[in-house]
C-alpha cells in the first residue's frame, strides 16, 4: 500500500532530477535551434495581430519550456523598435519605452506542417 503513495513522489523526483518538470516540460536553453524558431514565428505573429506601426523584438528571454518536443512555452521581455512595420530588414535600435513581459506558448504541428501560436499574453 505504501508504494501505490510513493511512486507519484519518485516519478516527480525523477522529472525534476532529469530537467522535466510534473507536466513533463524540459527547460531549454534561448539558443537552442527550436526556440529559435518559436521565438522568431511567435514574434512575426505578434507584429502582425498588433495594431501598432512600429515592429517589437524579444530584448530578453526569461524562460523557455518545451513539452513533447512540438509545444513551447516562451516568457520573455520585448520591446518596441524604431523600425515601421513593413520598412524591410536592417538594424532596429529599441526604443526607450517600456518593456512588456509576454508569454507566448507556440506549437509546432507536424500533422499539418505549420506552426500554430496558441497563446499571447503580455502585460
Do not use: H
Not at 513533463?24 to 505573429?45: I, S
Not at 520573455?76 to 509576454?102: H, L, M, N, W
Request: glycine fraction near 6%; aromatic fraction near 14%.
Amino acid at each position: 500500500m505504501m508504494w501505490k503513495l510513493a511512486f507519484p513522489f519518485l516519478a516527480a523526483l525523477l522529472a525534476v532530477g532529469f530537467g522535466q518538470d510534473t507536466e513533463g516540460f524540459t527547460e531549454l536553453k534561448a539558443n537552442d535551434p527550436g526556440v529559435q524558431t518559436a521565438l522568431k514565428f511567435a514574434m512575426d505573429e505578434y507584429n502582425k495581430a498588433s495594431p501598432d506601426v512600429y515592429l517589437y523584438v524579444v530584448v530578453k528571454v526569461i524562460r523557455v519550456q518545451r513539452k513533447v518536443g512540438y509545444k513551447y512555452i516562451l516568457t520573455v521581455k520585448i520591446a518596441r523598435t524604431e523600425c515601421i512595420k513593413d520598412s524591410g530588414d536592417g538594424p532596429c535600435p529599441v526604443f526607450t519605452d517600456p518593456e512588456y513581459q509576454c508569454r507566448f506558448v507556440v506549437y509546432n504541428s507536424v500533422w499539418f506542417r505549420r506552426w500554430m501560436l496558441l497563446e499571447n499574453k503580455c502585460s
